[in-house]
């Protein structure tokens, strides 16, 4: 195989502090795959099995070492348990990483002998898409393992789940409007949405249907450009200064820890609402300063699970309507957070952590007793 990157030899200090997060993060197993004919070096981590077989999707990643690897897929799928939880889903959390530079090493055999190492789980783990990794890609897995889900819709999947996603996000955006300000319309609310890409897009287009007064930013300039085109009255703000605009919403949608010391000191808005995973850079600090400053946060991993909601769906059979309406709760599971947050006085984050593991003990213990 050409361009093969050589992974660096994780040192003993890093190789112990990843099996210390797995300890600490209270994982049930996690699975390193090497296969040399095909170049596939692949960790898979199933992180709780409580409430069902772990689904999350397979990121694949130029990660510069397998510590580096193993402390992402730790952390993912973590949130994942988290996710599927707090939606409503019999599902787990899990996640697989796949190290390697997608450009210039994947293949076809990487990605069946991979779909053969998940077969080897026996259904523990359920895989999808994620960063990286296609519906094509997940056709290939799918010709190893059933244990797949995210195919595309002419094969009868969901296909691309980030239309869902966006309704997700766009739906716990509104509850969160109720509580701020004490109605849903976004009406003529003030939005940046940060990272227009699949979901970004879908969202800036729901919220300008809505009568919401959109910027947006991007690195991408193709991206930029194309909202700007197919969506009116949509502004680009500059990343130097958009978290200093007046804003009422502020909504991640590129990568996580955006929100964060440097961005909190700045931004003036009434909510955090986005699709980006691990949105605080750290969950504890960032949680209680956004509190602190009065802004109203709609816990990431509640109101960006309309992806999950999807590629769940089609486990029983796809059907988009049935898809989008399972999506809908997530207005209601986010006002739930909200209004238990209010009285136990504590972060919205925290609150949303102690539904969904107070879900896992106690349907997890029932469904455990069969
Ligand atoms: P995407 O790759 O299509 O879009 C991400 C966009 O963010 C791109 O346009 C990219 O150029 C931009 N971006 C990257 N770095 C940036 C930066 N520093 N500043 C501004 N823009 C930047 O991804 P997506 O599918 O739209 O997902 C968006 C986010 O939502 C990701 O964090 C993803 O993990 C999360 N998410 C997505 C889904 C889904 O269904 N696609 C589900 C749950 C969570």
């Known amino acids: 195989m050409s361009n093969t990157t050589e992974l660096a030899i994780a040192t003993a200090s890093e190789v112990a502090s990843a099996l210390s997060g797995m300890q600490t993060g209270g994982h049930e197993q996690v699975v390193h795959f090497y296969d040399q004919a095909t170049g596939l070096k692949a960790i898979v981590a199933i992180h709780n099995t409580h409430l069902g077989p772990a689904l999350g999707g397979t990121r694949m990643w130029a990660y510069k070492s397998e510590a580096e690897a193993l402390t992402d897929v730790l952390r993912l799928s973590r949130g994942m348990t988290y996710k599927a939880a707090i939606t409503g889903l019999n599902l787990g959390g899990g996640k697989a990483v796949i190290i390697g530079d997608a450009k210039n090493q994947k293949s076809e055999a990487m990605l069946r002998r991979f779909g ?15 960063v990286n990794i296609s519906t094509r890609d997940i056709e290939y897995i799918a010709m190893e393992t059933k244990h797949v889900t995210g195919l595309p819709e002419i094969l009868g999947g969901g296909g691309d789940p980030s ?54 930013n991007d690195i991408n300039q193709d991206n930029l450009k194309a909202i700007t085109t197919k969506v009116s009255g949509v502004q680009v703000a500059d990343s130097a200064t958009m978290f200093d605009l007046d804003i009422d919403i502020y909504a991640p949608c590129a990568l996580g820890a955006t929100v964060n010391s440097d961005s ?17 850079a750290d969950e504890d600090i960032h949680g ?11 816990p990431d991993f509640l109101i960006n699970a309309g992806g999950l909601i999807n590629v769940s769906v089609e486990l029983d059979g796809y059907n988009r ?5 399972k999506t809908e709760n997530i ?7 909200f209004s238990i947050a209010k009285a136990q006085n504590i972060p919205t984050i925290q609150a949303a952590k102690h539904l969904a593991e107070q879900r896992i003990d106690g349907v997890g213990r029932i469904r455990l007793s069969y």
């Open 116 to 130: 053969k190492f998940v077969n080897g789980l026996a259904g523990r783990y359920i895989t999808a898409e994620d």
């Open 163 to 216: 239309p869902v996603t966006a309704y997700g996000v766009f739906l716990g955006m509104k509850a969160s409007a109720k509580e701020a300000y004490g109605s849903d319309s976004l009406k003529g609310k003030k939005v940046l949405v940060q990272g227009v890409g699949k979901v970004g897009q879908s969202l800036v287009e729901q919220l300008s249907n809505e009568g919401a007064q959109v910027w947006v």
């Open 264 to 280: 909190l000191s700045r931004l003036r808005c009434s909510i955090i609402a986005g699709a980006a995973n691990n949105q605080l």
């Open 288 to 298: 209680q300063m956004v509190k602190e400053k009065g802004i109203l946060y709609a």
């Open 321 to 325: 309507q049935r898809a989008l309406l």
């Open 331 to 337: 207005y209601d599971a986010a006002m739930n957070v």
